[in-house]
């Protein structure tokens, strides 16, 4: 990952996490429940977006362009899918599961950071 937008994408995985731990420890005074329903939408979020990042920005050859858009679509359905499997997996195994706080918290650490990346980003170039 030498590229410049692989940086980029490297940096708001980062922010991503910070983020939801942050997320995590503010949703502790509301219960168990609710803290466990933030770090698993906050971590499914990474762990979709890490999965993208790791599946789009591995080497790649510049001649090849549609292999590379393959690529991009191949890794965008494969997050959907864990998305999807990680989130089942959660209603299935946790019973005091809340959507608001699991859904929030995932919504919150996927617009967020990338919000803050950008910002930041426009101020040191």
């Given at each position: 990952?030498?590229?410049?937008n ?9 922010i991503?996490?910070i983020?939801?731990?942050i997320?995590?420890?503010?949703a ?12 698993i939408?906050a971590g ?5 977006n ?11 050859r ?8 393959l690529r ?10 864990l998305?999807?499997?990680l989130?089942?997996?959660?209603f299935?195994?946790?019973d005091?599961l809340?959507?608001?706080?699991l ?12 919000l ?5 980003g426009?101020?040191t170039?």
């Amino acid at each position: 990952m030498q590229q410049p937008n692989a940086l980029q994408a490297r940096k708001i995985l980062k922010i991503q996490s910070i983020f939801g731990l942050i997320l995590t420890i503010i949703a502790l005074p509301f219960g168990s429940p609710v803290a466990i329903s933030v770090l698993i939408g906050a971590g499914t979020c990474w762990l979709a977006n890490a999965l993208l990042v790791a599946w789009v920005f591995r080497a790649y050859r510049a001649q090849a362009l549609e292999r590379l858009v393959l690529r991009f679509y191949s890794a965008e359905v494969a997050k959907i899918a864990l998305i999807l499997v990680l989130f089942g997996a959660a209603f299935v195994i946790y019973d005091d599961l809340n959507m608001p706080a699991l859904l929030g918290a995932y919504f919150l650490v996927q617009v967020i950071p990338t919000l803050i990346a950008a910002r930041t980003g426009s101020r040191t170039q």
